[in-house]
């Protein structure tokens, strides 16, 4: 199970997606275990189409909670 502070949502309007480094991203083509951090640059979300600024973590540094 990975951590709040390894699991990123996306936030734009309307999306709320959840990057989980467990399961990576099918669509993207990202293997299980990947970290957020360790996606590629051109990474998009898979609902939305948003780019990687658009994500925050769950809790940690840089968390939309602590913002
Ligand atoms: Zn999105």
Same mark, same amino acid.
């Given at each position: 199970m990975a951590n709040p502070e390894d699991m990123w949502q996306c936030q734009t309007v309307n999306c709320g997606y959840i990057y989980n480094p467990d399961k990576g991203d099918k669509k993207g083509k990202i293997s299980k275990g990947t970290r957020f951090e360790d996606l590629p640059e051109d990474w998009k979300c898979p609902?939305? !189409? $948003?780019?990687?600024?658009?994500f925050k973590p769950l $809790?940690?540094? !840089?968390s939309a909670k602590e913002a």
């Open positions: 609902i939305c !189409g $948003a780019t990687r600024k658009n $809790a940690g540094p !840089g």
